[in-house]
């Protein structure tokens, strides 16, 4: 089983960014996927999920509501990340989850 994500980078305050989550060794669609964020010195935080199959069920967690969109592939198995009208509390490492397992994260910093 492997998740791998990249899109992240070096952005300004309001530009955009996607993240892709790569998944092999197992069944993708019928698992419900997870972004989750870690800034310097805090604690790991869930971002967003989204459900199995069709992925018709998402949550966000407050910070990002309205900015980020979760969605998903299943004919590529990978699962995406949205990110607009980035902020600078924004910066942090980004992981993917999803059957018990993380990924190796990608680096997403906001900065003027």
């Known amino acids: 089983v492997q998740l791998v994500e990249s899109g992240g980078g070096l952005v300004q305050p309001g530009e955009s960014l996607r993240l892709s989550c790569a998944a092999s060794?197992?069944?993708?669609?019928?698992?419900?996927m997870n972004w989750y964020r870690q800034a310097p010195g805090k604690e790991r935080e869930l971002v967003a999920d989204?459900?199995?199959?069709?992925?018709?069920?998402?949550n966000y967690a407050e910070s990002v509501k309205g900015r980020f969109t979760i969605s998903r592939d299943n004919a590529k198995n990978t699962v995406y990340l949205q990110m607009n009208s980035l902020k600078p509390e924004d910066t942090a490492m980004y992981y993917c989850?999803?059957?018990?397992?993380w990924g190796q994260g990608t680096q997403v910093i906001v900065s003027s």
């Open positions: 060794g197992f069944t993708f669609s019928r698992f419900a």
């Open positions: 989204i459900s199995s199959a069709a992925g018709t069920i998402k």
């Open positions: 989850r999803g059957y018990a397992t």
